[in-house]
């Protein structure tokens, strides 16, 4: 049990990292969130007691920062990530640099546990920089710190996600739906809260140390099964339209620029490979977790977008 134990979670405000902090909480332990922006991670105290989960603000530029939040923690989390690229805060600095501080930080403070968060599809020789920098961070944290326990999450759903949601905000507002690379791409959806579980299981199992694990949901879908998903769990009639690939890369070209891109250039080389889980890799079942079916969790946070009259 985590009881009392000081946890460290860097990037704990993000879609899953709310989850993990809850969870943390309920089970006792003395959470510190490592983040940017501590007013926006404020909401994230009432996870548990008061003075139970404490923001604090952490540059993974900083190693000092970086060293500080880590001293003393029984273990230490890395929920950190980006989508896309934005000012000093490249895929680079977070996913790899950062990743890289952290593990050595963890080193110096002996830190017993560490739970890095990759992405599935990390290549080192991928055309995105976003998965060759998932991939270069997973060697830089494994070299820092042997005992690793690296899980790789495929597409996350679950009530607040980034995926869902925001085809679902879109659905409210298009006459139709474009399909990038034809809509052919495979995802295999995960529950962002059996994400959260294997991250707790992984703190509390010695076992899982040193591996890698890939988590998927039970089922496969192309991207084009995913937009029609979302079209019946909205209740609007959409077409859904393929983009040639002249289209959909001038698309992205102009959409990267947005506060939050609804796809980039680099996001269009991640479409080229399927994003499911490999064979005999060691997945959810290994951390003893049932995966949960897309179809029974988000109609119940997509409702809220059918027409009403």
Same mark, same amino acid.
């Given at each position: 049990m985590m009881k009392n134990k /000081? +946890? %460290? +979670?860097f990037g704990g405000n993000g879609f899953l990292g709310r989850s993990v902090v809850q969870r943390l909480a309920q089970q006792g332990a003395r959470v510190r969130v490592a983040v940017r922006d501590t007013d926006k991670a404020n909401? &994230?105290?009432v996870s548990g007691d008061v003075g139970q989960v404490v923001p604090l603000q952490v540059c993974l530029r900083d190693q *000092? $920062? +970086?060293e500080s939040v880590c001293h003393g923690a029984h273990s230490v989390i890395n929920l950190t990530g980006r989508l896309y690229e934005k000012r000093q805060a490249t895929f680079n600095a977070v996913h790899v640099e950062g990743a890289h501080n952290i593990a050595k930080a963890c080193v110096k403070h002996k830190v017993q546990h560490f739970v890095h968060i990759s992405a599935l599809g990390a290549d080192p020789k991928s055309r995105s920089k976003y998965a060759k920098t998932k991939a270069l961070g997973e060697k830089k944290v494994q070299k820092a710190f042997p005992n690793v326990t690296i899980l790789r999450p495929s597409l996350m759903f679950g009530a607040g996600d980034r995926f869902f949601g925001r085809f679902a905000d879109l659905a409210t507002l298009l006459p139709f739906f474009t399909l990038f690379k034809g809509g052919r791409t495979k995802f295999q959806p995960v529950y962002v809260g059996d994400v959260a579980q294997a991250v707790l299981y992984a703190l509390q199992d010695k076992k899982t *140390?040193? !591996? /890698?694990y890939e988590l998927g949901g039970p089922k496969i879908y192309t991207f084009k099964d995913l937009m029609t998903l979302i /079209?019946?769990? %909205?209740?609007? *009639?959409k077409m859904l339209i @393929? &983009? @040639?690939?002249?289209?959909? %890369?001038?698309?992205a070209k102009v959409l990267q620029f947005m506060p939050e891109p609804l796809i980039t250039p680099d996001q269009l080389k991640l479409l080229e490979h399927d994003n499911v889980v490999t *064979?005999? $890799? !060691?997945g959810l079942k290994d951390l003893g977790i049932n995966a949960a079916h897309l179809e029974a969790i988000v109609p119940t946070y997509l409702s809220c977008y059918k027409p009403h009259f």
């Open positions: /000081i +946890v %460290t +979670v909401r &994230l105290r *000092q $920062a +970086v *140390q040193g !591996k /890698i /079209i019946h769990y %909205t209740g609007r *009639q @393929p &983009l @040639p690939s002249f289209m959909a %890369t001038l698309m *064979q005999k $890799a !060691k």
